[in-house]
């Protein structure tokens, strides 16, 4: 039987809806405009035209998904980065628009970017989205690439191959900046785990039930990882260097006091477009 992109809109907004998403409408627009390969406005401006079998096919795996909670990311298996699609799955958190404003502060200080070769370490690559920007974007840096995780490791690999940047970034299997030699680095890049222990069980179900835990949780307070970082983030960058974080929107006092009890200079709070605070930047003082 031969089904519009109209009604197949309408019947995924109903299985989405009927699984109590308050969301259904925008989550269905987006499944229907990736099955069919239009964008997502393009839905109802297409309305009429044919859904092919492949995309009815497509939209009966992954409704059921968006109305279980898995999120839209996971099952389209893409989240756009600064104008690049990376693969997305859950073995790294999905990247944010958050992430995007994190990595275009650094894109625009002209401190680091003034070196002819600069040294960056993205720490706790996820994705690969920060290293794989930054690797593209300069060219004339040399990236290093976190985690912890081997499967996140392997992912953000599979995203630099995927967009003919592997070659240009050096992967690390590791904690943190352990390991690497003192004063190595011009720059330090991070999204790191900030969030509470006791803040786990409030977190939204579709973060909470999918995103991997060790890429969120930093311990009782949400710092330990952030304390851990700064400390050797002291160790690994050189004179002059730069650290830049994503932080918790009420951690911003606790994280300038951590970053200048450690010697760092220049030491700023800065908010996100929703005006909460959100990053952490500093500079490395003369050692």
Do not use: K
């Amino acid at each position: 039987m031969s089904i519009t992109l109209q009604e197949m809109l309408r019947a995924v907004e109903s299985v989405i809806a009927d699984a109590g998403r308050g969301d259904a409408r925008v989550l269905a627009e987006w499944l229907v405009a990736a099955a069919a390969g239009v964008g997502r406005l393009d839905v109802a401006a297409q309305g009429a035209r044919l859904v092919d079998e492949a995309a009815r096919a497509r939209l009966d795996e992954w409704a059921p998904r968006v109305a279980r909670g898995e999120p839209l990311q996971y099952v389209l298996g893409t989240a756009p980065f600064l104008g690049r699609d990376f693969v997305c799955d859950a073995r790294a958190l999905i990247p944010r628009p958050e992430t995007e404003e994190l990595c275009e502060r650094v894109l625009a200080d002209e401190t680091v970017w003034s070196h002819p070769a600069p040294t960056i370490a993205d720490v706790g690559t996820g994705t690969g989205c920060l290293a794989v920007t930054l690797a593209l974007e300069r060219p004339s840096a040399s990236v290093i690439a976190i985690d912890l995780s081997p499967e996140a490791l392997a992912l953000a690999r599979a995203n630099a191959q995927r967009f003919g940047a592997e070659d240009r970034i050096v992967w690390r299997q590791g904690d943190l900046l352990s390991g690497l030699p003192a004063q190595s680095l011009r720059a330090v890049v991070s999204n790191p785990p900030y969030i509470a222990e006791g803040e786990w069980a409030r977190l939204d179900p579709e973060v909470r039930d999918h995103e991997p835990r060790v890429a969120l949780i930093g311990g009782a307070d949400g710092l330990a990882v952030i304390r851990r970082l700064v400390e050797q983030a002291r160790h690994a960058l050189a004179p002059g260097g730069r650290v830049w974080m994503e932080i918790g929107n009420e951690q911003g006092p606790a994280v300038r006091e951590l970053l200048t009890a450690h010697g760092f200079a220049d030491v700023a709070i800065r908010r996100d477009l929703a005006g909460r605070d959100r990053f952490a930047e500093a500079r490395q003082a003369d050692v």
